[in-house]
């Protein structure tokens, strides 16, 4: 038998694939035999590094020597969202914010993708990111939280405020629905659409605030729009172009009911995480089920827990999640129907599913890749793919008869020649790095400047925003990032990430 393959893929600049992959997978392939075969349960598994998807290796060493902060007085997001806060005191004061790497387009929460517009890599940003950032805060575990699931799909809540103090409700009104029962009451449940506009609106203003007053240092702002309930930023830092994909969210201690059979069950994590780390906390993100009511409907979100979550996945699986990834997210991109976050879930299912020892096989990736592929054509086929979290929830039971089977025709062919799939989205990444080795060296960017941009700006932003944010994503995998606002002085930051301070 030929020799496994050594690995799926190595990162090269800007995670790209190494070009011997393909080669690897051809002789794995010629076989005929199905070594990646992770089963056909329709309750098959993936994860995605959650929140903190592997970059570039080069930059990451060369980020870990620069340990510099930022200069003092240059915006960062930790006073930007002071100077949001400040505007109508809306956003808490002490936030505890979740960064993750990568941006929504990448799945790493489950938004909806239809609503975006296209932005490629190399093209448009170098790197990205996804900012949760509460709008409402529930941590007091004595405090009583009503999730008012009685007019939503499952996975899916509404959110009243008559729980909440005057002081609270009276500063959000504006950005509720209100409904008058019988008996004279009313009430007022936060709309995720209106707290996405009333976030767009606020950070405009302040980017514009900024922009007026330039400083050293001062990112550029290269692009803010509006894409459904997220706010995707373009900001220039030195010669990298940072794409960050905002998400207003409702952040809980604890954990929802409707999950709690899930803790009843038997997890690839189990010994190796304790459950609190798992259950800490949850959110609710502003999308709505295919029926359900966008102006009122939000949807549950685990993305703590996945993060803590992939701190168990191994190597080998999260180098074939990332390689299919980058094969579905092209092929599979029209009509939308499947989304790397479904890709995500399957294969946390296949890690509860399969056997540790399995998983932990360094030199699998290949037999990884094909499992991946094939779990993700059962599901498409039986249009089933249950909720990690919420098993009872499945996310495909929308799509319609035609679309899935356009979709499993399309993998058909993907396990027909993997490598050649393989070979194009290599192909993909590497000219997405060139095009960005090539606008850093004319010390340009391709974006179009938005009207917050003064396009004036005489004092170029170097590298260290960009280079300390990926210090603390690197050195921190799995912590969330908690930043005290003190909204009468906003160039002073103070970050807390777990037990650290900066």
Avoid at 142 to 165: E, G, I, K, Y
Avoid at 210 to 215: D, G, L, N, S, T
Avoid at 257 to 281: C, P, R, Y
Avoid at 286 to 296: E, I, T
Wanted: proline content about 6%; some cysteine; overall charge neutral.
């Amino acid at each position: 038998m030929l020799t496994l393959v050594k690995s799926v893929f190595a990162l090269l600049e800007c995670n790209a694939w190494a070009a011997p992959v393909a080669q690897q997978f051809s002789a794995a392939f010629s076989l005929g035999c199905d070594p990646g075969d992770l089963g056909l349960s329709p309750t098959s598994g993936s994860l995605h590094g959650a929140c903190f998807s592997p970059a570039c290796r080069e930059r990451q060493r060369h980020r870990q020597r620069e340990k510099q902060a930022p200069r003092a007085g240059s915006p960062t997001w930790d006073s930007i969202l002071g100077m949001v806060q400040k505007l109508d005191q809306k956003l808490p004061v002490a936030n505890e914010y979740l960064l993750l790497s990568g941006g929504v387009r990448e799945g790493v929460v489950d938004l909806d993708l239809d609503e975006l517009n296209v932005y490629a890599r190399g093209t448009d940003y170098d790197m990205d990111f996804t900012l949760l950032v509460p709008a409402l805060k529930l941590h007091d575990r004595n405090q009583p939280v009503t999730l008012d699931m009685r007019h939503s799909a499952l996975c899916h809540s509404w959110l009243s405020l008559r729980l909440f103090d005057e002081g609270t409700i009276s500063k959000w009104k504006d950005c509720c629905t209100i409904v008058d029962h019988i008996n004279g009451a009313t009430n007022y449940f936060f709309s995720p659409t209106k707290v996405a506009d009333w976030f767009y609106d606020s950070i405009s203003i302040v980017l514009s605030e900024i922009q007026k007053k330039p400083q050293r240092g001062m990112p550029k702002v290269e692009k803010v729009e509006k894409n459904g309930t997220i706010i995707s930023i373009i900001l220039g830092v030195g010669s990298s172009r940072m794409l960050y994909d905002i998400v207003p969210v409702v952040s809980f201690k604890g954990w929802p009911a409707v999950a709690q059979s899930w803790l009843m069950e038997n997890h690839f994590w189990d010994g190796k995480i304790t459950e609190e780390e798992v259950i800490s906390g949850f959110y609710l993100v502003p999308a709505c089920s295919y029926k359900g009511k966008k102006d009122n409907e939000w949807r549950l979100s685990f993305a703590r827990s996945e993060v803590q979550l992939k701190k168990c996945i191994s190597s080998s699986l999260m180098q074939a999640y990332q390689a299919c990834k980058a094969i579905i997210i092209k092929l599979l991109s029209r009509p939308k129907a499947i989304s790397p976050y479904h890709l995500r879930s399957m294969m946390l299912w296949a890690c509860d599913r399969l056997p540790a020892n399995y998983l932990a096989q360094e030199d699998y990736a290949a037999h990884f890749l094909l499992g991946l592929i094939d779990d993700l054509q059962h599901c498409l086929v039986n249009k089933m793919c249950p909720n990690y979290f919420i098993p009872q929830c499945n996310m495909l039971e929308h799509l319609s008869e035609e679309t899935v089977m356009l979709h499993a025709r399309k993998l058909s062919s993907v396990r027909s020649d993997p490598a050649e799939h393989l070979r194009t989205a290599i192909e993909h990444v590497k000219a997405a790095n060139r095009l960005t080795l090539e606008l850093q060296r004319r010390g340009s960017t391709t974006s179009i400047p938005s009207p917050q941009s003064d396009g004036g700006d005489p004092n170029q932003p170097d590298d260290r925003l960009a280079k300390k944010l990926q210090q603390l994503v690197t050195e921190n995998p799995g912590k969330s990032i908690s930043v005290f606002i003190n909204p009468d002085d906003v160039t002073r930051p103070h970050f807390r990430i777990d037990d650290k301070f900066f």
